[in-house]
């Protein structure tokens, strides 16, 4: 079958999705630039109905992949690229296709960290050395990788104690003090349910300390509002967000190595 690669198709893979800031960026991209694509929302039940979802689109060159699908996605990949590896979450999928459009392959990449790394470079200096990541999925995974390659020591956080992360109870004031960075990579005050946030004692926060929130929506998380009223520098999600489109949109249109 000759496939029409005139036309394609991108999209966006979760559950629940709800509002999607992907759908709105890239269809507005796509009209203003005369592209000839469309983005749609997919919300998958479960990750096994993605190759179903991929055989009922033949023109689809490319998927962004958010909560709970980042780690899951793995298996379902021919390759991945070495930082996605690294990371162990996947939130861009590049579909290698033949002359004729024909689906040879599915590979992995993570626009996470790249773009977390562009927003936050600007915002470090001599006394942000250390930071306190709060959560453990995929984009945890992405924001220590983007750290650690900043050169910044990472603590993960986490309700849960493991050999690998601290949990809420644990931090004192001497160790957010010398944590001048807070992230939070959990989906605790998104919309629609604005009224909560990580349980993190916001009290031992200070004007040195930078709280970081993934959360774009709303503009200004519990956490952020918090984090501000203690003093610190606070940033949620809208930058690196944007970032991540471009970053994707360019691996769905680059040429790579088979």
């Given at each position: ?99 004729n459009g024909e ?111 993934l959360i774009y ?42």
């Amino acid at each position: 079958m000759v496939i029409d690669n005139s036309h394609k198709v991108y999209g966006l893979i979760g559950h629940p999705l709800g509002h999607s800031f992907s759908q709105g960026y890239f269809r507005n991209k796509f009209a203003d630039e005369n592209i000839d694509a469309e983005y749609n929302n997919y919300d998958l039940e479960d990750i096994n109905q993605l190759m179903t979802l991929i055989h009922e689109n033949p023109a689809m060159c490319g998927l962004n992949v958010t909560i709970p699908y980042k780690e899951q996605v793995l298996p379902y990949l021919a390759t991945i690229d070495d930082d996605a590896k690294e990371i162990g979450a996947v939130n861009v999928i590049k579909f290698i296709k033949d002359e004729n459009g024909e689906l040879l392959s599915l590979r992995g990449y993570n626009s996470d960290a790249p773009a977390f790394a562009d927003t936050i470079r600007p915002m470090l200096n001599s006394r942000r050395t250390s930071a306190l990541v709060l959560g453990t999925g995929g984009a945890s995974k992405a924001i220590k990788h983007a750290l650690e390659k900043l050169g910044v020591e990472v603590n993960l956080v986490s309700r849960r104690k493991s050999a690998s992360t601290i949990v809420y109870e644990e931090l004192t004031k001497a160790m957010v003090s010398q944590s001048k960075i807070v992230v939070n990579c959990t989906p605790l005050g998104m919309y629609p349910h604005v009224d909560e946030c990580p349980d993190f004692p916001y009290r031992f926060l200070t004007h040195e300390h930078l709280c970081y929130d993934l959360i774009y929506n709303p503009d200004e998380t519990l956490f952020m509002k918090k984090s501000k009223e203690a003093g610190a520098q606070v940033k949620n999600g809208l930058e690196m967000l944007l970032l991540q489109a471009f970053i994707s949109y360019e691996i769905w249109n680059r040429e790579i190595d088979l």
